[in-house]
């Protein structure tokens, strides 16, 4: 058995695993585990994953969780070209960097974003106050000012000259907000040119496909009410 990714391109991890493993031609087959359908949540996929989270790899009786872990995997497995996680010590250290600090940052306050304009009045039914959303907007707003200010400076990739990891993971998840109709680029030249590079980087159709799913997430249909008392309490664990 080949290499088994479970995604959802709903999900912004699974995004990054995705175009990834395509942009460098890593064969893969593709299990789809359709979040708003709750079939994360099912035994069948525990028996994967027991965190019931996506994404997940397979790699023949080999079973790996976590999107960095996966990245790094992936990256380490198949040597894709060095700008991805450089060799160079120093340098590698910078992607490491910025993929500590995103997880309880800029991932996340574009969770709470998307999760808070749309997914939970949407798909879930349930009000956001005025004054929640707000803040999370703000609080969206502080992690774009440390994004531009800290990471991307004046440089072309948040890391150095070339597209890493770093960025991928960054582009994909500024897609969430997007995703909501946040205007996250206006007003943030640098930011919005860095992600005309990426999207260049990527590949256009590339980065289109991955997104197809999240750009439509306004359109998401409500949830059953069954799905919804499973979910709630786990959705509202997430975006605290």
């Not at 290499?3 to 990054?16: G, H, I, K, T, V």
């Not at 060799?87 to 808070?116: P, S």
Request: aromatic share 8%; net charge positive.
């Amino acid at each position: 058995m080949g290499l088994e990714l479970y995604l959802d391109l709903l999900s912004q991890p699974c995004r990054a695993i995705y175009i990834f493993a395509k942009k460098n031609r890593i064969p893969f087959e593709l299990h789809t585990v359709d979040l708003r359908k709750g079939q994360h949540l099912s035994d069948t996929f525990a028996q994967v994953n027991p965190l019931q989270k996506v994404p997940v790899l397979k790699d023949g009786d080999f079973i790996l969780t976590e999107s960095v872990a996966i990245l790094l995997y992936l990256a380490r497995k198949y040597k894709v070209p060095d700008h991805w996680y450089p060799r160079d010590l120093q340098a590698c250290a910078r992607v490491d960097e910025y993929l500590a600090w995103q997880h309880t940052a800029l991932r996340r306050n574009c969770l709470r974003a998307l999760w808070h304009k749309v997914m939970l009045p949407v798909f879930l039914g349930e009000p956001v106050s005025p004054e929640m959303l707000a803040t999370t907007l703000a609080e969206l707003d502080m992690a774009l000012q440390v994004l531009e200010g800290k990471f991307l400076q004046d440089k072309a990739f948040l890391t150095g000259p070339h597209i890493s990891l770093a960025d991928l993971v960054a582009i994909t998840e500024l897609m969430h907000p997007v995703g909501a109709g946040c205007q996250v680029f206006k007003g943030r030249p640098k930011l919005a040119a860095w992600r005309q590079r990426v999207e260049a980087a990527v590949g256009e159709v590339l980065f289109q496909e991955a997104h197809e799913v999240i750009l439509k997430a306004k359109d998401s249909q409500p949830a059953d009410p069954t799905l919804k008392q499973k979910m709630l309490p786990k959705v509202l664990a997430m975006i605290q």
